[in-house]
């Protein structure tokens, strides 16, 4: 089962940007797709988009598209989630999770632990 | 975009009761839905992929049915464990999309 381990919490100033990162282990990180989805306090679960780590390949969710940017590090199995222009209402858990196969579109079986970004003036 | 919606919003139920709720999309989405299962500050689950299929190590007391615009989760005998709130999500098309949420408590 391949684990997932994503970077702090972080507290932004609205307008600022953030990056969060998520560590899997084991050798099969390039070979599934990375997706993040994130969840407001007490809400649900909302999906933002995701990232092919062998080809660095994206799709974003259309609401986030101006402002989200998915990137990796192969060499150290890595891939982040950078959102910009922050406001209020991006205060949430964010998490990575896994494709369950090869496929962009899969159900997800390995979540990252969250990162509580808030944004706060 | 593809709507989910899901029934009721909250249940309460006994340990060892059969519980059941809904979730319905709202156009048709085959058998492209999943079911996770998040406990109070932690990520969410997988236990059911493609509508019925129960994800490996996950308990036979839960299972899932349905296909199209229709879907239903069951657990056969409620454990104290199960205690959650339970998401249904289409993986059809995107953007993908889950369901408000099922909260179960005893």
């Known amino acids: 089962q391949v684990q997932m381990v994503q970077s702090g919490a972080e507290v932004k100033k609205p307008g600022a940007s953030v990056k969060v990162s998520c560590k899997a282990s084991g050798s099969t990180f390039s070979v599934y797709y990375i997706h993040w989805v994130r969840q407001a306090p007490g809400q649900g679960l909302e999906w933002m988009g995701w990232i092919k780590p062998i080809d660095g390949g994206t799709h974003y969710a259309r609401k986030f598209q101006p402002r989200v940017t998915m990137t990796r590090d192969t060499s150290i199995n890595t891939a982040y989630m950078e959102l910009n222009r922050l406001t209020s209402d991006d205060t949430a858990v964010y998490y990575c999770?896994?494709?369950?196969?090869?496929?962009?579109?899969?159900?997800?079986?390995?979540w990252g632990q969250g990162t509580l970004v808030i944004v706060s003036s | 975009d593809i709507q989910m919606t899901q029934s009721p919003s909250s249940l309460s139920a006994s340990v060892g009761d059969r519980v059941s709720f809904t979730c319905q999309a709202s156009q048709d989405i085959s058998e492209y839905l999943n079911w996770y299962q998040q406990k109070p500050g932690k990520a969410p689950k997988l236990l059911i992929y493609?509508?019925?299929n129960l994800e490996t190590g996950v308990p036979s007391r839960f299972s899932g049915s349905g296909s199209g615009t229709d879907f239903t989760f069951t657990i056969s005998s409620l454990q104290p464990e199960d205690i959650a709130t339970y998401y249904c999500?289409?993986?059809?098309?995107?953007?993908?999309?889950f369901g408000p949420g099922t909260k179960v408590d005893l």
């Open positions: 999500q289409q993986y059809d098309d995107v953007p993908l999309t």
């Open positions: 999770t896994k494709t369950r196969g090869l496929a962009p579109i899969l159900p997800f079986d390995s």
């Open positions: 493609d509508a019925s």
